[in-house]
């Protein structure tokens, strides 16, 4: 009899899990496959994957200069480098630079190449779209700021916070200059006496003159309402809502899931929310590091949920989104030769919380089917790591751990090496999998309607 019973235990999750997926392929697959196909949407799509060497390129050095050789980095903490090489941290200013040359542009390039890639859909000029772009994004971008006399231009928008401006820059850029270039009343035509560049610039010259005139009409307007320009009013827009929680569950979730879905248009959302985290939860943060300091445990805190004890701790393994979890479930289920190498090519960098390679290469990014687990694994995660705290089974996380620390230890190194939260981390772990999991399935599925038409 009790066998009976588990066999039909088994067959109902069976079936919930196949009913999953069949709503999925109802409702989900085919408004993935217009998506992907829409020429916009597949722009920025491909605009981001083709920044993925660059970007892994300087994931793994990222990983070496944070992980190896900071004096904070998990690595150098576990095999106690700064004590065998004194002067390991000096050797960070040999690969700092890097980010100055990848991921702190990210915007630049991504201006460039979903510009570029909608005007080769239109089949116009994609060279000169793209560079038309890259002007047209620095016409709204933050204006300079005077320091003792001398002009500066700040760089904090250029690399992932600035990404969600430079994808609207380029879709609205290359839709001006393309429509206007194959119109023959607007276009000029030189001599064929005339060497091919310059005949080839005259002839987007007019398209180019507007989009400058365009944009430079809508940045006056816009420091009219906000003087720092259109990334700060973005984001400031962003955080005023958000800068009135206090430090319950419901701020961790909602903050959380504001900036994962925020990740998903293309703007940071870490970044956005970042100053709220801190305002909220510091002195939270910090009055239990000191309870920990004076008790020699984590029990008892004053403040068991905080965005360290219950996010940091269980919703963020791998990165945002916990795209360890994804990872894994590419692993098992993906038939897709691209994400499997893409996901053998992440997976380190993403045991140590380093997801830009996958966020890029998949991408996240206006991805229809990954946008839904990569917002819901998280809220779940925080659930599952809320109900240990508040049940008193775990302690609340605590203690300052490297953020390079893979995400299960994070919560074991947090509590002051509790082996119950250590099992809970990869209990959420395993959660995230299976969430990511139909997700991966449907992807599947996508990829084969669109490979057969």
């Not at 009913?19 to 605009?47: C, T, W, Y």
């Not at 994808?167 to 001006?176: D, R």
């Not at 809502?241 to 899931?257: D, E, R, W």
């Not at 390679?357 to 687990?373: A, K, S």
Request: proline share 6%; net charge neutral.
């Amino acid at each position: 009899m009790g066998c009976i019973n588990i066999q039909n235990n088994r067959y109902k999750k069976m079936g919930l899990m196949a009913s999953f997926e069949r709503g999925m392929e109802r409702f989900l697959v085919p408004v993935a496959i217009k998506l992907n196909s829409q020429k916009h949407v597949a722009a920025v799509r491909d605009g981001f994957v083709f920044t993925f060497p660059i970007i892994m390129a300087s994931s793994l050095i990222i990983l070496i200069n944070f992980a190896i050789l900071s004096p904070d980095g998990f690595i150098a903490g576990l095999l106690h480098l700064n004590s065998i090489f004194p002067n390991l941290e000096k050797a960070q200013a040999i690969f700092t630079p890097v980010m100055n040359g990848s991921v702190n542009i990210m915007s630049i390039m991504i201006a460039f190449l979903v510009a570029r890639n909608m005007a080769i859909s239109y089949e116009q000029d994609d060279l000169l779209c793209g560079l038309t772009a890259i002007g047209a994004f620095f016409i709204v971008y933050t204006p300079y700021q005077m320091i003792d006399g001398q002009a500066f231009l700040t760089t904090k928008y250029l690399g992932a916070q600035g990404l969600f401006v430079a994808v609207i820059v380029a879709l609205i850029t290359s839709e001006i200059f393309c429509r206007l270039a194959r119109n023959p009343k607007i276009t000029i035509t030189m001599p064929a006496a005339v060497p091919p560049a310059v005949a080839r610039s005259f002839k987007v010259l007019l398209p180019i003159f507007f989009v400058m005139v365009f944009f430079s009409a809508l940045n006056y307007c816009l420091t009219l309402i906000s003087p720092a320009g259109l990334n700060d009013l973005i984001y400031t827009l962003i955080q005023t809502p958000l800068k009135h929680m206090g430090t319950n569950i419901f701020a961790v979730i909602i903050l959380g899931a504001v900036g994962n879905f925020l990740w998903v248009l293309g703007i940071h959302g870490p970044n956005t929310t970042s100053a709220i985290r801190e305002t909220v939860f510091s002195e939270a943060n910090l009055e239990n590091l000191s309870w920990a300091a004076q008790h020699g445990t984590t029990w008892g805190a004053p403040y068991p949920i905080t965005w360290t004890s219950i996010n940091d701790a269980f919703a963020n393994c791998g990165g945002s989104g916990m795209t360890l979890g994804l990872l894994l479930a590419i692993f098992i289920a993906s038939k897709r030769a691209e994400y499997r190498d893409l996901a053998k090519m992440s997976f380190i960098p993403g045991i140590f919380n380093i997801n830009e390679p996958i966020m890029f290469g998949l991408p996240i990014v206006l991805n229809p089917i990954m946008m839904v687990p990569f917002i819901m694994v998280p809220i779940v995660n925080c659930a599952i790591g809320y109900f240990f705290i508040s049940m008193e089974i775990i302690p609340p996380v605590a203690y300052a751990v490297p953020w390079t620390t893979p995400g299960p230890l994070i919560a074991f190194l947090g509590t002051g090496g509790n082996w119950l939260a250590l099992l809970v981390g990869f209990l959420c772990l395993g959660v995230a999998t299976m969430i990511y999991l139909p997700f991966v399935i449907a992807a599947n599925k996508v990829n084969n309607m669109t490979t057969n038409g």
